[in-house]
């Protein structure tokens, strides 16, 4: 089964060429920026692109590696840019003891409610921008919420029931000074 045939899954993007043998700079999304290399081919956002990935080396937090069918720099600089995903089947499942450690994927889709029930949306991503994981969410009229993921905010997730239960937190107003 092809990635574009099901669920797929952002692991990385490529920022540049590096060397002069088709070698690429990877960008990894992964917990751990070497295992972009090990959940097998890589397809482009398309689909129409398949390439099997063999990390070669790490520089300045990126993973140098080579991709199959990319020759020489003008190929692989060609490429920058180009997300890559993988099939969810490829992540396998959630370690044991990892019970508040979630895939992105398997929240994108969940229905969001509040503490009482009420329908808040979907969760369209999962964002972070480098102070923690936030949750994106839909409602019915295309309106984005954002939530931040932590235990006080998102009180239970139920990933084989398909919801998140969200305690909205009360949102400050910035308000422009009074003129004196």
């Known amino acids: 089964m092809s990635a574009?045939?099901?669920?797929r899954v952002l692991i990385g993007a490529i920022?540049?060429?590096?060397?002069?043998?088709?070698?690429?700079?990877?960008?990894a999304f992964t917990d751990k920026a070497?295992?972009?290399?090990?959940?097998?081919?890589?397809?482009?956002?398309?689909?129409a692109r398949r390439f099997e990935i063999r990390k070669t080396g790490t520089a300045r937090g990126l993973v140098i590696a080579k991709l199959g069918g990319i020759e020489d720099r003008d190929a692989a600089e060609a490429l920058r840019g180009m997300r890559l995903y993988v099939g969810r089947e490829a992540l396998g499942k959630k370690p044991k003891g990892s019970k508040d450690l979630?895939?992105?994927?398997?929240?994108?889709?969940?229905k969001a409610v509040d503490t009482k029930g009420a329908a808040l949306g979907v969760v369209a991503a999962v964002l972070n921008y480098g102070a923690g994981d936030i949750l994106e969410v839909k409602?019915?009229?295309g309106?984005?919420?954002?939530?931040?993921f932590t235990k006080r905010v998102v009180t239970k997730v139920d990933v084989a029931a398909g919801a998140v239960e969200i305690d909205p937190p009360e949102w400050v107003e910035a308000k422009a000074d009074e003129e004196e």
């Open 4 to 7: 574009s045939s099901g669920t």
């Open 15 to 27: 920022a540049s060429a590096h060397g002069v043998r088709g070698e690429v700079k990877i960008k």
């Open 34 to 47: 070497g295992d972009v290399a090990s959940y097998g081919p890589v397809e482009d956002e398309s689909g």
């Open 102 to 110: 979630w895939f992105h994927a398997d929240l994108i889709g969940l």
């Open 139 to 141: 409602d019915e009229a």
């Open 143 to 148: 309106r984005t919420q954002l939530y931040p």
